[in-house]
């Protein structure tokens, strides 16, 4: 690990790690029609009840000059401009992650969830090799302490089990739960996080 932190490999692996999540990004924000920053306050989302969505349109209009949000505004296009224009600027207002903790800890665990989902083939790549490695080895030690002549030799322990174990779980995590919608989950929990700053004051 320190070789690998010295020569800045891990930092390599982490910036194409997020290159991934964010060519997974742009494919899922096509699917579900935009962006959850943009799409929560738009009028035909039922995220969000209408009242809340004026609340939230009230404080911003207090907030960002001549920006003028208009929940029956009758041109979309323009609105989801607006509504990205606030995006970018509660990204900046919540900048303190102190004060907006639960901002910034949706966000990073938005991030993780995108990356994580991005990767997945990897992962069960790896897990299944991890898998086969380990039984393989147990196979191997077992056989071995068959047909040893002392009592003491061979013999998997526990340690082995644990890797099995470990490999298993990680797959079917990887298979099952790191999908779109795992992601989605995440990101429209960010969205929330971030307009609740609206209610703060």
């Known amino acids: 690990m320190t070789f690998l932190i010295s020569f800045g490999v891990m930092s390599f692996l982490s910036a194409v790690i997020s290159n991934m999540g964010n060519d997974i990004q742009k494919v899922y ?39 003028n949000l208009l929940l029956d505004s009758d041109d979309k296009s323009d609105l989801q401009q607006k509504i990205r224009s606030t995006t970018n600027f509660l990204r900046e207002y919540t900048r303190d992650t102190k004060k907006y903790s639960a901002v910034y800890r949706d966000n990073v665990a938005y991030g993780f969830s995108r990356n994580l989902v991005a990767i997945r083939y990897i992962g069960i790549a790896v897990s299944i090799i991890s898998l086969l490695i380990n039984v393989s080895a147990i196979l191997l030690s077992a056989g071995l302490w068959l047909h040893s002549e002392t009592s003491s030799a061979g013999g998997f322990g526990p340690l082995g089990i644990v890797a099995i174990v470990v490999s298993v779980i990680s797959m079917v995590l990887l298979v099952f739960v790191t999908n ?22």
């Not at 935009?34 to 609340?55: F, V």
């Not at 779109?180 to 004051?201: D, I």
């Open 29 to 67: 924000f096509e699917r579900w029609g935009g962006a959850p920053t943009t799409t929560l306050l738009m009028p035909e989302s039922d995220e969000l009840d209408r009242y809340t969505k004026q609340r939230y349109f009230k404080w911003l209009n207090s907030k960002i000059p001549d920006i």
């Open 180 to 201: 779109e919608r795992f992601v989605k989950q995440r990101a429209f929990r960010y969205a929330r996080s971030l307009y609740e700053v609206c209610e703060m004051g």
